[in-house]
């Protein structure tokens, strides 16, 4: 199992995973959670 908490590595993770770079742990079960404010992303994307 890998345990991913920051957004921009679950990216990164999803395609290592699925071109198979973990071919000696077999397809490992991914889980994400998000410890960040949902106030702070939203007004990423919505100051300019």
């Known amino acids: ?3 991913v908490t920051d957004k ?3 990216s990164l993770l999803g ?3 699925r071109t198979d770079k973990f071919s000696e742990l077999a397809r490992p079960m991914l889980v994400h ?3 960040e404010r949902m106030d702070d ?3 990423s994307f919505l100051i300019k």
């Open 1 to 3: 199992m890998i345990e």
């Open 8 to 10: 921009y590595t679950l």
């Open 15 to 17: 395609v290592m995973i």
């Open 33 to 35: 959670f998000s410890c």
């Open 41 to 43: 992303n939203i007004s």
